[in-house]
Each structure stands twice: as C-alpha cells, then as structure tokens.
C-alpha cells in the first residue's frame, strides 16, 4: 500500500494545478520502492472531488531514476510508461461501471481495459491519443491525451521525468500546472 504521510522532501520537483484553479486539495499517493527503501518514484495530487462525482483532476509527478538494487530486490530505471499507466489506470477508476463483486462483467471490462491501456502505453501514434498543449511552471508543453467518457489522462516527458494527469468532468484543455510543495495539499479523507 504508497504512503500517505510524507517525508520532507522526495528529491525531485512535484507538480500540481495553479492555485484556485480546482480545490480541495489532497495527497493521493506517495510511493516508494520497495522493500525498505525510502526512494520516492511517484507521487500523486488529488484536486477536486475526491469521490469523481463532480471535477477532479490528479497530477502524478514520476521523476526518472537508474536502476537499482535495494536489499535482495532489483528495480529497473523508471520509465515513461510508469507515468502512463498509471494516468490510464486511475482514467478508469473515475469511469468503471457499477457491477456486482466477483461479476464476470467486471471482470472482462477490467480485462480489456487494461490490455487496451497497455497497448496504447505503447502506441502513442494510435488514434486514441491526441496531443494538447498545457503551461507548465509558465512554459508550454505538448501532452498526450487519451479520452474515455467524461475521463481523460494525458502525459508530458519533462526533464526531471514524467507528468501525468487524469480527469473528470472537465476539460484538460487551458489547465495549467506548477511546481507545489506536498505540505500544501491534505491527506485524503475520502
């Protein structure tokens, strides 16, 4: 299970929405490798409603980093389809219909929604991906954004590594991102 309480700094800059552009605030996800490692590789803020019942974006922030060994465990360098995948994934959680637990609907929905997430992570030139232009830190940036009802994720390579995001419920087009520090954003409630 990431981490919700955060240490003080992760090693890399982490990006948000410009203030008042989308509130409240929370720490969706501070994850570390594992095991015993306190390496950060992939921190995400919630802005909105945490529920996707009304306009809700998450911006992950996935620094690049070399591979590594920690202990008995060996992690590969991060990638970008670590940002990738996991804007997709948390796209599909805002829209996955309502089925019973244990339904084999569910399980077939899930099933092909995420070999179709994982084949796009790795065609960008598919026709499901557009690209859109967003400000960030005042500089703009193509991002590559897929739709799926009223979700989107996008993702732009950066120096540092990898911005995601995801939505719902509004538009991504003239959204603007910043470099935030985590203490400003709450753990989540919800």
Do not use: C, K
Not at 26 to 36: F, H, I, N, V
Not at 144 to 161: K, M, S, V, Y
Request: proline content about 9%; glycine content about 8%.
């Amino acid at each position: 299970m990431p981490g919700l309480l955060s240490p003080s700094t992760a090693g890399f800059p982490i990006f948000g929405l410009l203030p008042d552009l989308l509130e409240p605030r929370w720490l969706e996800l501070w994850d570390t490798r594992r095991p015993r490692s306190e390496q950060v590789w992939r921190v995400g803020l919630g802005h909105g409603d945490a529920a996707h019942l009304g306009p809700r974006v998450i911006v992950t922030t996935v620094p690049r980093l070399p591979e590594t060994r920690i202990g008995e465990a060996r992690y590969g360098p991060t990638v970008a389809d670590d940002a990738i995948g996991w804007a997709q994934q948390s796209m599909l959680h805002a829209v996955a219909p309502e089925f019973p637990p244990d339904s084999p609907d569910r399980q077939e929905w899930w099933r092909y929604q995420l070999e179709l997430a994982g084949w796009l992570s790795g065609n960008l030139d598919a026709e499901d991906w557009t690209t859109v232009s967003l400000s960030v830190d005042g500089w703009a940036l193509p991002f590559r954004l897929r739709r799926h009802g009223p979700a989107w994720a996008a993702f732009t390579e950066i120096d540092t590594g990898w911005i995601a995001m995801d939505g719902i419920y509004l538009e991504a087009t003239g959204l603007a991102l910043e470099t935030v520090r985590v203490a400003d954003y709450l753990p989540m409630t919800v």
